[in-house]
């Protein structure tokens, strides 16, 4: 039995993409759980970048089976311009199989996005605006639609009557702009059912028996642990679970089939929208680091806020998903600096804390200690073994494992699939 799940150790962003498509060579399916299109992978495979929001990124090898199963919220729109973008790159998406549990993401939910953000103004999340939040609200508040329903139209119009009159009432009295024509949208949507039709399936069925009959299952997880719903810096989270049991409950798994779980460290810290951020590098640094690294959202463009690696969070993390292994990426943006520093405790009031504080309050008081360590000035994107990085540089990782205790699995040195350094069998 081997199902392997990816989480992001930090605020997303930490190079899930690169990772993901270099352990997705060993699976035999790949499968997406939660988040919808707010996320974005980058993979780059000789001279060819993907970009990918919905369509878990084992697609590109051809021979994976790809899930996007219950727990994900999906906007056709966008998904079907995926498969055309991929198409259009001669990728076919004949493997992939959607949930047909999988929540709707709705005109009307983007609106909402919008309106709810303008709304709050200086208190806003800093969302993606892509209806992902209010999507998930209707799904909690069981007046979601879902792919399934696509595929019994009659029942779908009913539905969506429903739901979009009590939308389009609160569009016009809370918010005093107009709503959405019913038959518009639900032609557009019965459409999108009949695109959807041949990719619909079972998927906890599928996942469950490929993983009985002993494939290798890689859970693609989506944003970062300190994004969760429960487990990150709430309210600045999004609606969903990225953390490792988000995998069990958004495929219908259940945990004891899970043997893996990896978190992915970026070597420094990242952070796009608001929200707390104890070791934030507000100087010159932090954009010379955002620089050296491209450190600009894939789904949005907003420019990352760049911090030092933060081992409190790391803690916080490792415990969170149950660890059992880290992928550090994106070690070669920090090639140059004479020194790194690691935040390894915090200090509120004057009290040392070592735990990531449980109290939004307290988040924003907390001041990081950090300990510092020698940088290597060499550049390491061509290093292929453990053994011929920098010591600097094995000394940082090493220092990291040591601090959160838990194994180092793999290095990422590059954006390409080659400039990887796997340290053990990771299925
Ligand atoms: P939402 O997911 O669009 O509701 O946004 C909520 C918060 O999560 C915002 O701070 C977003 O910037 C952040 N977020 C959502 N998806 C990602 C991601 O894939 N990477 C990094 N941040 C994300």
Redesign the pocket.
Known sequence: MSAVVVVGAQ???EGKGKVIDFLAQQADMVVRHQ?GN???HTVVVGDEEYRLHLIPSGILYGDKLCVIASGVVIDPRVLFEEMDYLARRGIGTDRLRISSQAHLIMPYHARM?ALSEDRLGVNK??????G??PAYMDKAARVGLRVGDLLQPQAFAVRLKRVLDEKNRLFARAYDVEGFDYDELLQTYLSYGEQLRPYVANTSVIINDAIDAGSRVLFEG???TM?DIDHGTYP????SHPVAGGACIGAGVGPTKISQVYGVVKAYTS?????PFPSELLNALGSDIRDRGHEY?T??GRPRRIGWLDSVVLRHAARVNGLTGIAVTRLDVLDGLPELKIAVAYRYHGELMQEFPDNAEMIDEVEPVYETLPGWSQSINQVRQFEDLPDQARAYLTRISELIQVPLVLVSVGRERTNTIPLTALF
């Open positions: 605020w997303g962003d988040g707010n996320a974005g996005d999340l800093g969302t993606t605006l892509r992902i939040g989506a944003q970062g994004l600045f989270v999004t609606s952070r796009v929208g608001d929200g959202g789904t949005t």
